[in-house]
């Protein structure tokens, strides 16, 4: 269950991460048996400035690609299936070209993110470390069109922050340390923390949670409560704008109706502002 609200978070960020740069298409469907892979990208253009902006993450969707990403380590059976549905999607590429005539078809690159790489399963895939890409990114032969992004190799630098955002423990914790410091008008720096938010949402509403789901709110709360900071915060600010008084007494309520609102504007569902801020729906109704 990680995994599958994990792949939700990774999906919806990065479709809007990803949007200034180019197309991005979620759960691509494959040929064969029903299957889907995670991020299929397109972009705009390989020579666009900001793709700077995401570091290492711009470099990787600097041309067209797909991206599998994984919670926990990538085991040998799912980096064969990842191969096979980026193959199924090639030869349906070249069937279209071959349909409209055109020669050029832009092959999708298949980059799969994990966050360790035993030297094992190195060996046994063949992936090989490169001096043009650095330290834990792996690429098997140039025919396989594969790499594979150990997160947890990778150096600690502000170009590998947004990748490192998807790792685990201390290396997940840190990298939110990393995405806090930014400048706030730094262009990514707040939506981002936005889909942290909705993640660690996602993961205080369910029961029963795993020692690995605590782990993983642990590591989220600060970006959390950061976000619920700036709500707040933006939420007053348009208050008073409008010259409205608050009480002490009335503050909390303002706080909540005021992170439903912004929840509202970001596209969440009636159900789930009611569920998160507690208001009723007469509350959240008066809002729109």
Request: one cysteine or more.
């Amino acid at each position: 269950m990680t995994q599958k609200i994990h792949d939700t978070f990774v999906k919806e960020w990065m479709k809007e991460l990803l949007a200034d740069f180019g197309t991005v298409e979620i759960e691509a469907q494959v040929a064969g048996e029903v299957r889907t892979i995670d991020i299929v990208f397109y972009p705009k253009d390989p020579d666009l400035p900001t793709l700077e902006a995401i570091g290492l993450l711009g470099r990787i969707v600097s041309t067209p690609c797909s991206i599998e990403a994984f919670h926990n380590a990538v085991p040998e059976w799912e980096v064969r299936n990842c191969t096979q549905k980026i193959f199924h999607l090639e030869n349906t590429l070249t069937r279209l070209a071959e349909k409209s005539k055109d020669p050029t078809v832009d092959m999708p690159f298949l980059w799969i993110i994990t966050p360790t790489f035993s030297q094992h399963l190195q060996q046994k895939l063949r992936a090989q470390a490169t001096a043009t890409w650095g330290e834990g990114i792996y690429f098997r032969s140039e025919s396989d069109r594969v790499a594979i992004v150990a997160v947890h190799q990778l150096p600690k630098t502000l170009d590998t922050l947004w990748i490192r955002l998807l790792g685990k423990n201390k290396v997940q914790a840190q990298a939110v340390k990393e995405l806090l410091a930014l400048a706030p008008t730094h262009p990514y720096r707040q939506d981002t923390i936005r889909h942290i938010a909705t993640l660690q949402i996602n993961f205080q509403v369910r029961q029963n949670k795993s020692k690995e789901i605590k782990e993983v709110m642990m590591n989220l709360s600060p970006a959390y409560e950061k976000w619920v900071e700036e709500t707040e915060a933006r939420g007053e600010a348009r208050g008073e704008a409008r010259g409205e008084a608050r009480g002490e007494a009335r503050g909390q309520k303002k706080a909540r109706l005021s992170i439903a609102r912004n929840m509202l504007q970001e596209g969440a569902s009636l159900a789930f502002v009611i569920k998160v801020t507690g208001l009723t729906q007469a509350e959240v109704d008066g809002l729109s």
